[in-house]
């Protein structure tokens, strides 16, 4: 947001543009890892999910263990790419 010099603000500096940064609380939650954990779907299917960077690995503590819940962007391709692999791969054998 930029807001024009006001004249009747003495403190301010004439012809000076003030820039205003616009933070969403909903995505500073998003990222509060104080409110996270380890995503449980990753951990029992990835066998690279230890090596995963940490924030990769957690997911908002709020929502259960899906893709959207993870807190970084690669965490939550990874997800996905674990999801399709499990839907596309072929159906185990079960002893009957």
């Given at each position: ?35 996270s ?37 690669d ?10 692999r ?11």
């Amino acid at each position: 947001m930029t807001l024009p010099h006001n004249r009747a603000n003495p403190c301010s500096p004439p012809q000076e543009l003030l820039f205003v940064e616009h933070i969403d609380p909903a995505v500073i939650y998003r990222f509060d890892t104080r409110s996270s954990r380890p995503c449980e779907f990753c951990r029992e299917l990835d066998p690279q999910f230890p090596q995963r960077r940490p924030l990769d690995q957690m997911v908002a503590s709020s929502r259960k263990a899906i893709a959207s819940a993870h807190l970084t962007e690669d965490g939550y391709v990874r997800h996905r790419m674990l999801e399709l692999r499990r839907i596309t791969s072929p159906a185990p054998l079960t002893a009957a």
